[in-house]
């Protein structure tokens, strides 16, 4: 299970002098911005819906690769990077969605909302889950790109 959900992006000019973002590590999408750093800022939405769509579809999510000089790294939005951390430690722990909610006291309905990446849910609510899971949320606070 990856520790972080902060992944690799390739950026390209196109022949009409757009940046184009893409992950290598999901092997699909792509965004693009009329600057390096619009193309950026699209890549934190791109990379939103590849790890919604990973999860939605019931898909593993790749262990990112390294980012580099020509490779800089996307951070995605904190609750899809928890609900991510969340789906993984739930499908490594190899149990159904009723018996994680029998384990936290809550209805199966709230551990679908957990799960569900399109629904908001509180950073206190996930992080019980995940300690529940064996696991634990750190924060850590860098320098802006």
């Known amino acids: ?12 000019r196109d022949e009409d002098g757009r940046y184009v973002v893409a992950f290598p590590d ?10 390096r750093d619009e193309a950026l800022v699209e890549a934190k939405d791109l990379l939103r819906e590849l790890i919604a769509t990973t999860i939605r579809e019931g898909g593993t999510l790749p262990e990112p690769s390294r980012a580099g000089r020509r490779r800089p790294l996307v951070v995605p939005p904190v609750q899809i990077a928890l609900k991510a951390a969340l789906y993984e430690a739930w499908r490594q722990a190899g149990i159904s969605q009723r018996r994680l909610a029998r384990d936290l006291d809550v209805a199966e309905s709230e551990v679908w909302r957990m799960l569900n990446p399109e629904h908001s849910t509180k950073t206190a609510t996930m992080d019980r889950a995940l300690r529940q899971l064996g696991k634990r949320v750190t924060v850590a606070v860098g320098e802006a790109a």
Do not use: K
């Open 1 to 12: 299970m990856a520790d972080s959900y902060n992944y690799a992006a390739e950026i390209e």
């Open 26 to 35: 999901f092997g699909w999408g792509a965004t693009d911005g009329a600057s």
